[in-house]
């Protein structure tokens, strides 16, 4: 799993390059999918930058993207390690010009995540961690260092730009402080290094959206749940959709009293 580490951060880095030169065009393709969610040609020059690297650096091992069609539960439920990839993770921020969006890369071993790549273009850093060997940030200029997560004197709440805070406060026992940020993915690299302390999303997203997300938070010392605290699955439904879900820093903070958990019934 360690060799595909450098591949994989390698990789994230020149779908990120690609991305970053759609960015700057007058024309960035904009489009709207199936679900009604957009897409861009950002999004789909990511992806097949991922899928042709992957296919170089493990072809024995299937993919799952967001911007591929999803085979049927029948077809992969066998599947004992898969990629999973948000080539773009925050195409909102991205047609929004905020910076914050993100390229996942996520190996998923039994269906749990065990290694997580999750690079920030528009900032020049990567994020990424495997199972057992801690997570780590490092800067384009190829400086890392191991981070973790930690709590401050006042609870932190990563919150969305564009989400009505009224939609997650309500499930919060606590004061708290705001942090803004695009993406899902980078919401929960900020909670693993420490700056921020707990992420709700309340709303729909897939299980690209926390692959990455979940061992680099898990390595870094914090965890991801369901909105009643229980564990996120992988690849065990027909539908890719994820529950809404918790991201959680240090565990000094007691989070079964601070959160209200609730539930969501995916279709």
Same mark, same amino acid.
């Given at each position: 799993?360690?060799?595909?580490?450098?591949?994989?951060?390698?990789?994230?880095?020149?779908?990120?390059?690609?991305?970053?030169?759609?960015?700057?065009?007058?024309?960035?393709?904009?489009?709207?999918?199936?679900?009604?969610?957009?897409?861009?040609?950002?999004?789909?020059?990511?992806?097949?930058?991922?899928?042709?690297?992957?296919?170089?650096?493990?072809?024995?091992?299937?993919?799952?993207?967001?911007?591929?069609?999803?085979?049927?539960?029948?077809?992969?439920?066998?599947?004992?390690?898969?990629?999973?990839?948000?080539?773009?993770?925050?195409?909102?921020?991205?047609?929004?010009?905020?910076?914050?969006?993100?390229?996942?890369?996520?190996?998923?071993?039994?269906?749990?995540?065990?290694?997580?790549?999750?690079?920030?273009?528009?900032?020049?850093?990567?994020?990424?961690?495997?199972?057992?060997?801690?997570?780590?940030?490092?800067?384009?200029?190829? !400086?890392?260092?191991?981070?973790?997560?930690?709590?401050? $004197?006042?609870?932190? =709440?990563?919150?969305? +730009? *564009?989400?009505?805070? /009224?939609?997650?406060?309500?499930?919060?026992?606590?004061?708290?402080?705001?942090?803004?940020?695009?993406?899902?993915?980078?919401?929960?690299?900020?909670?693993?290094?420490?700056?921020?302390?707990?992420?709700?999303?309340?709303?729909?997203?897939?299980?690209?959206?926390?692959?990455?997300?979940?061992?680099?938070? !898990?390595?870094?010392?914090?965890?991801?749940?369901?909105? $009643?605290?229980?564990? =996120?699955?992988?690849? +065990? *439904?027909?539908?890719? /959709?994820?529950?809404?879900?918790?991201?959680?820093?240090?565990?000094?903070?007691?989070?079964?009293?601070?959160?209200?958990?609730?539930?969501?019934?995916?279709?």
């Amino acid at each position: 799993m360690q060799s595909y580490l450098e591949p994989c951060i390698a990789l994230a880095q020149r779908a990120g390059e690609a991305i970053m030169a759609i960015y700057q065009a007058d024309d960035i393709g904009k489009k709207e999918k199936s679900d009604h969610t957009p897409v861009t040609a950002a999004d789909l020059a990511s992806n097949e930058i991922l899928m042709a690297g992957l296919a170089e650096i493990a072809p024995d091992i299937p993919v799952m993207s967001e911007e591929t069609p999803i085979p049927p539960l029948s077809e992969r439920q066998g599947w004992q390690r898969y990629w999973l990839l948000d080539p773009m993770d925050g195409t909102g921020e991205f047609i929004l010009e905020s910076g914050d969006f993100a390229v996942n890369i996520a190996l998923i071993e039994n269906n749990h995540p065990v290694l997580g790549v999750i690079y920030w273009p528009s900032q020049g850093l990567t994020y990424y961690a495997s199972k057992d060997e801690g997570a780590f940030k490092r800067s384009d200029s190829g !400086e890392s260092k191991r981070i973790f997560v930690s709590p401050r $004197e006042t609870l932190t =709440l990563a919150v969305s +730009r *564009r989400q009505k805070l /009224e939609a997650v406060s309500q499930y919060l026992n606590s004061q708290f402080d705001t942090v803004a940020l695009g993406s899902c993915s980078l919401k929960a690299c900020i909670i693993a290094e420490g700056k921020a302390d707990c992420f709700l999303r309340v709303g729909p997203t897939g299980e690209w959206d926390t692959g990455a997300s979940q061992i680099i938070v !898990e390595e870094a010392g914090g965890c991801i749940t369901d909105a $009643e605290f229980n564990p =996120l699955t992988y690849n +065990r *439904r027909e539908t890719t /959709e994820n529950p809404d879900f918790i991201v959680m820093g240090h565990p000094d903070w007691q989070w079964q009293k601070l959160i209200s958990p609730h539930h969501r019934t995916i279709e």
